[in-house]
């Protein structure tokens, strides 16, 4: 059997999978029901989600950026991926902003190598607050966006006479 990603990840499923089923048939030869102690662990997913992260700041180092087809409706959606890590994080704008800010680059090939923070927090869709993650910079560590170019000056206001105005404008202020 090759050993790539996807063979590796069905051979943890499949391992998974029998250990749960095996713990089934222990507790109804027991006769008692099978407790689980993470709700979570009853819906796995291929992406991370905020109770993966186990209320705790989590230090990553971006490996990149793949678009995969997400969710019931298959849209294809950016998910980042981490070195040493199997799940990716489905990107949303605000998360893709932040990185941008971070790394200082638009280009998701630049994103290759910097290190962030995944924190959870809570965020308001459709109504109701819902667990979410975030992304900030590791370590404290400075983002590099640029600074903005300041404001232009405001424009000279010219009088009738197409003179800039001064000491003698009749403007009373």
Sequence with gaps: MRQNG?????GHLC???????????EAERSGV????????????SKFLKAADLGGHEVPVTIKGVQFEPVGQDK????VLYFEGK????VLNKTNANKIIEITGSALTEDWR????KLYPTETQFGGDMVDCIRVRPANGAAMKMTRPAPPPPPPIDFDDDGSAGGEDSDIPF
Excluded at 6 to 10: E, I, L, T
Excluded at 15 to 25: G, I, N, W
């Design 75 to 78: 849209e294809m959606k950016p």
């Design 15 to 25: 391992q998974s999978v029998a250990l749960q089923v095996l713990r089934h048939a």
């Design 6 to 10: 996807s063979w590796v990840a069905v």
């Design 86 to 89: 199997q799940r990716g994080l």
């Design 33 to 44: 029901g099978e407790e689980m102690p993470n709700i979570n662990q009853a819906f796995p």
């Design 113 to 116: 190598g910097h290190r962030i």
